[in-house]
T-cell receptor, first 110, second 113 residues
Framework: GDSVTQMEGPVTLSEEAFLTINCTYTATGYPSLFWYVQYPGEGLQLLLKATKADDKGSNKGFEATYRKETTSFHLEKGSVQVSDSAVYFCALSDRNKFYFGSGTKLNVKP | DGGITQSPKYLFRKEGQNVTLSCEQNLNHDAMYWYRQDPGQGLRLIYYSQIVNDFQKGDIAEGYSVSREKKESFPLTVTSAQKNPTAFYLC????????????FGPGTRLLVL
């Protein structure tokens, strides 16, 4: 069946460091891929998405490229800020269902 | 502003009591969803509705019930049959159930007294 696997956290970085959060997926169809962010005590907010292979989603300095050959959708940011501290969820939608990864907590220290 | 609202933000349940969590959206979305999130874990689907007066069980529907009498509203009842209800509950909606982007409400935290 379909699934999403994310790197385990927490990930701890210093401000202005480069961020990568790995996400790989398994799907039988042609999924759309998403990254959501969750700040403490809040719901999930859509960060970016990509709907087909080689698409790049981007928002607020974050980027992720839909790589069909490696079934990956890694999240990157060139310079993180303290305000980026949150939990990040990778997700896919395929054949009318949504699948979420388990989330990766990011801590950014000043 | 369009969006999804959930109320209350915190809810306390006594043993043997049913409680209802509210979810309202003004995005004109057809599909709505309820998820449960436990500490440090991902989201698990409880129920979803593709259209008014129709809903389907998700992966962990036991001990929960829903209704969809209006397009804007999708309340979730946590019944006394749910033995471990303490969790963070998230409501979401999308334009349809065909894999469209899901948009989330702010969540309700349910605690058992």
């Amino acid at each position: 069946g379909d699934s999403v696997t994310q790197m385990e956290g927490p990930v701890t970085l210093s401000e202005e460091a480069f961020l990568t959060i790995n996400c790989t997926y398994t799907a039988t169809g042609y999924p759309s891929l998403f990254w959501y962010v969750q700040y403490p005590g809040e719901g999930l907010q859509l960060l970016l998405k990509a709907t087909k292979a080689d698409d790049k989603g981007s928002n607020k300095g974050f980027e992720a490229t839909y790589r069909k050959e490696t079934t990956s959708f890694h999240l990157e940011k060139g310079s993180v800020q303290v305000s980026d501290s949150a939990v990040y969820f990778c997700a896919l939608s395929d054949r009318n269902k949504f699948y979420f990864g388990s989330g990766t907590k990011l801590n950014v220290k000043p | 502003d369009g969006g999804i609202t959930q109320s209350p933000k915190y809810l306390f349940r006594k043993e043997g009591q049913n409680v209802t969590l509210s979810c309202e959206q003004n995005l004109n979305h057809d599909a709505m969803y309820w998820y449960r999130q436990d500490p440090g874990q991902g989201l698990r689907l409880i129920y979803y509705s593709q259209i008014v007066n129709d809903f389907q069980k998700g992966d962990i529907a036991e001990g929960y019930s829903v209704s969809r009498e209006k397009k804007e509203s999708f309340p979730l009842t946590v019944t006394s049959a749910q033995k471990n209800p303490t969790a963070f509950y998230l409501c979401a909606s999308s334009t349809d159930h065909g894999g469209a982007t899901q948009y989330f409400g702010p969540g309700t935290r349910l605690l058992v007294l």
